[in-house]
């Protein structure tokens, strides 16, 4: 299986917009971030976690052309608002399957009327998605492995994670239950969200993900969702236990 982070940033991505931060001024290519995103490939499959502002560019950065599917972690607009952006995948491929939570997928229906409409009402040109319905306890049976939802608090917002095979993708985490952490014990490679060095009300900080890595326990963690203010990535991950790195945009790995 094949992971490559399509984005690595927090909502705003790196450099923030009119910031003279020096993480936002910083001419190394893994201090630059767009919003949060990974394409997971494994024989001839191809899905990606989330489709937030910077889809368009992902795509076409990684070199793209056809797509499974995207699985939804939640509605906030850094994970959701690319979505009128599967259009060339659309006409190529057809409706798109969207596998979100049914809050979710409420939510983009709202903001994208114009995708879920059918039949002669449709505008032409509009894309078209498959919706499927991601519920805590049943696992996705897609391309012929099993992949696990795992649920996650983001602040009072539910968000899932996904486990597929050895690898599993924890992004906008504050808190997780303890039957929830079964899910993903021992994986071999965990990716989870660490914001900054200060708390955060709805994302874990830096200690705070090192310290659920300790009880998770996998092979290898990534860091993600990272804000300009964690600092350097040349500096911080000088400072990550062994086992433990920072992920930056266009890392790919092996699982
Ligand atoms: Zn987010």
New binding site residues.
Partial sequence: MRITFLGTG??QGIPVIGSDHPVCLSEDSRDKRL??SVLVEWEDHCFVVDCGPDFRQQMLRAGVSRIDGILF??E?A??TMGLDDIRPFFFRQGDIPIYAHPRVLGELRQRFPYIFVSGKEKYPGAPGVREIEVTGNRTLELGGISVVPVSVM?NRLQVFGYRFGDFAYL??VKTISDEELQKVKKVKVLVI?ALRTEPHPS?LNLEEALSLIEKIRPEKAYLT?ISHLLGFHAEVEKTLPEGVFLAYDNLQLEV
Avoid: A, G, K, Y
Wanted: hydrophobic share 5%.
């Fill in positions: 927090t909502s919003r949060v972690t939640h906030h850094d994970h983001h992004t906008d969200n994302h969702h």
